[in-house]
């Protein structure tokens, strides 16, 4: 089976670790992967802040990107359900673009979901010392309705508690440009949910989503809070070197 | 730097409250879980057949009801004002607030009338009618028991459903307390106690009862009244003349209909099977009958409605102010309903707002949301209110309301971005641009902090992560030729 790797800006940028742990994942379960030129960014900030023509440019430009993948992958719950949910709504009704977008869509995945879904692997032969709770990002809940996926995979992990975390739906105020427009709102909204993840016992957040990680971590860090946040393909690759050696 | 908008004073002073907070957060959590709570029951009632549909089938089944009657808004809307009439009943179109309140004036004026008494109702807060009325010199009382708090309190209701969601016990206790002239206790018996036998004298002596409505059936010209506390059954039977102002969109074509907003609405917003009283009010008092208004006025409102209708958000008029929204909102959690400053409050009244009263004073408001979507999840008539909210915000920005520095950098990420060459020229580079804010953790790795402009939005209450030396596409290179090498 071969794969194709749409990073995220955010990845490539700020923690290509996990887009090297997500090829050494799908690497180590025989699939093949590349890693096509001309992508950059899902257009996702462009969107969700009313620059919407500038939001088609950069959907045309995964489409061309990726036309020709059977699969893509993405660390990213979030630009996959930009991918899935909103491609389509911005071609018109009936066009040829429309329909490259829904097909697009189809073929889009977020990691876990691939996984899951399309291997069937949860059990990735990992070993993690910690107490933890996955923070599922909003888009990946409620427009991919990725939500058991991600857990399965983690309640595989060996010496990791997976602790309930109380209203899962809740978001937790990172919503991208809205972090930087509101910051006063984001910021209670992060507090409201670290509060809620320290009450749990935790000292590991997980999560698919390196938005909502970069501001609950960020947060946590400038509280001195005793956390530590983690992309999920990042704490198996781990889970998975550390069980071996 | 520049000074603070109203709305973002509102924000601050919300946030710093943490009275407000605590009952704000207390109250929504409570509604939302006993509404998830109720639904799943409802799921489960469908599967044995003991229920009309499970969440998924009513709420397909009132878009469709919705759909048809906004597709068809002028024929029902002329089918309810033959009906009513034929009933016995007067109708009245009014185009604007304005118009509304001074046909209520009239009609008071008419009657002599200088005591109104009002059930809850959104639309009367919409349009400022108590305001208007009291202007003129008429007393205008509360009797729904929230209203009743915040109209003592002067104040507009912080929720749709639960006017005084904001205020505490002792807050409340010490409104009624000034109206009693003594202390009052904080317990239910004696505040709700308060209130009733307060209430009851003003129900007994009002001339003119006010009221809205939850639907209007089309086919019979009946107004329907879905409350707890009875106030809208007093407020419509005890005194000689009941006004309802009832805003255009709230129609359904047949009796049948009612049917499935029943099971939806209360469920959606208290998480209750039914609520305690539903009234129907088919016409004023018939010979013979023991109560009723001998005069009954009802008055349909535009106000910016129709100019709703057949656009992109014509689905946001088949809302029926569950406040199931505002309770999954978390910025709502944050905020309560008062930092909005609109009438309707959370995400339906981020959307509302502006459509019905333009961008001038509310663009702002579309910036309060993260775009979560768990409005839209818990909508029982699944409004896509964040996608008509990234829609508010494309019209918005298209008449360059835009922060100026916003837009500079959203502009350059995307020349940039849409340029492969240059996108992966500024990812190397980039841990070279913030060098001056860089800084070294004890474990030697590096995050960034006081950024300048507008990222100190982020860096002021959040530290954020280095820039990669080596972003992931230099990195893919190496681990090719690690594959190759095998």
């Known amino acids: ?245 | 730097m520049s000074a603070k908008t109203p709305f973002l004073e509102r924000v601050e002073k919300a946030l710093a409250d943490d009275h407000l907070r605590g009952a704000v957060r207390y109250t929504a959590e409570n509604l939302y879980l006993k509404r998830k709570a109720v639904m799943a029951d409802l799921d489960v009632l469908a599967e044995k057949g003991e229920a009309l549909g499970n969440f998924e089938e009513l709420r397909a089944r009132a878009q469709e009801i919705k759909r048809h009657t906004l597709a068809h808004l002028d024929a029902y809307l002329k089918q309810a004002a033959e009906q009513i009439r034929k009933n016995g009943g007067v109708v009245h179109w009014a185009k604007d607030a304005r118009e509304a309140n001074q046909i209520v004036l009239e009609i008071c004026k008419k009657r002599g009338a200088k005591k109104l008494i009002k059930s809850k109702s959104m639309v009367t807060e919409e349009i400022h009618l108590n305001q208007a009325l009291e202007a003129e010199g008429m007393e205008i009382v509360e009797s729904d028991l929230g209203e009743y708090i915040i109209q003592l309190a002067r104040e507009t209701p912080a929720h749709i459903v639960i006017p005084a969601i904001h205020k505490t016990r002792r807050q409340i206790a010490d409104l009624f307390g000034a109206v009693a002239g003594r202390e009052l206790a904080t317990d239910t018996k004696t505040l709700a106690g308060f209130a009733r036998a307060t209430l009851r004298q003003k129900f007994m002596t009002a001339d003119v009862g006010v009221t809205g409505a939850n639907f209007v059936v089309a086919e019979t010209g009946t107004l329907c009244l879905v409350t707890n506390e009875g106030n809208g059954r007093l407020t419509s039977s005890v005194p000689p003349c009941q006004i309802s102002v009832v805003g255009m969109e709230k129609l359904v074509p047949r009796l049948e209909d009612l049917a499935v907003m029943l099971n939806l609405l209360p469920r959606s917003a208290t998480g209750q099977k039914i609520t305690t009283y539903f009234n129907m009010i088919t016409g004023p008092r018939r010979p013979g009958e023991p109560d009723g208004p001998e005069e009954l006025h009802v008055i349909f409102l535009d106000n910016g409605r129709s100019n709703i209708l057949a656009t992109q958000y014509q689905e946001v008029l088949s809302c029926i102010r569950c406040g199931a929204c505002l309770n999954s909102c978390p910025v709502y959690r944050q905020l309560g309903g008062h930092a909005y400053g609109s009438i309707y409050p959370g995400p339906i009244g981020t959307v509302l707002t502006p459509l019905l009263q333009g961008f001038d004073q509310w663009d702002e408001l579309l910036q309060a949301c993260s775009l979560c979507g768990a409005c839209a999840e818990n909508c029982p008539l699944g409004i896509q209110l964040h996608k008509h909210i990234i829609r508010l915000r494309g019209e918005a920005v298209a008449q360059g309301r835009e922060h100026p520095l916003m837009r500079t950098a959203l502009k350059a990420v995307h020349f940039a971005w849409t340029r492969p060459g240059v996108y992966k020229f500024v990812a190397r580079s980039a841990h070279l641009g913030v060098k001056p804010f860089t800084r070294r953790r004890e474990d030697g790795s590096e995050y960034l902090d006081n950024l300048p402009s507008i990222a100190a939005g982020w860096t002021n209450s959040r530290t954020m992560p280095a820039p990669a030396r080596k972003p992931f596409h230099q990195r893919w290179a190496e681990l090719q030729r690690e594959e190759g090498a095998k």
């Not at chain 1, 189809?106 to 990691?111: A, G, P, V």
């Not at chain 1, 946040?229 to 069980?243: C, D, F, K, P």
């Open chain 1, 1 to 245: 089976m071969k794969v194709s790797l749409f990073i995220t800006c955010l990845a490539d940028h700020f923690a290509p670790q996990v887009g090297e742990a997500v090829y050494r994942l799908l690497r180590r379960h025989g699939v093949e992967v590349d890693f096509p030129e001309g992508q950059t960014c899902c257009g996702q900030p462009s969107w969700n802040t009313g620059h919407l023509d500038d939001a088609r440019d950069f959907a045309r430009l995964y489409m061309k990107a990726f036309a020709k993948s059977e699969y893509i992958i993405q660390p990213s719950g979030s630009c996959a359900g930009h991918v899935r949910y909103f491609y389509p709504e911005m071609f018109p009704e009936g066009s040829r673009e429309r329909q490259e977008a829904i097909a697009i869509g189809r073929r889009t995945y977020e990691f876990t979901e691939f996984m899951v879904r399309v291997l069937g692997v949860k059990d990735v032969g990992a070993r993690f010392p910690g107490k933890a709770v996955f923070h599922n990002n909003c888009h990946m809940q409620r427009e991919l309705k990725v939500q058991e996926e991600p857990l399965e995979m983690l309640r595989c992990v060996r010496d990791l508690e997976l602790l309930e975390l109380p209203r899962p739906d809740l978001c937790c105020g990172f919503g991208g440009a809205f972090s930087i427009k509101q910051p006063e709102i984001s910021t209670a909204m992060a507090d409201d949910k670290v509060d809620a993840i320290a009450a749990t016992g935790a000292n590991l957040i997980v999560s698919s989503d390196l938005g909502c990680l970069m501001h609950q971590g960020g947060r946590i860090e400038k509280r001195g809070l005793p956390i530590r946040t983690l992309h999920i393909a990042e704490l198996l690759w781990e889970g998975v070197q550390q069980n071996v050696g």
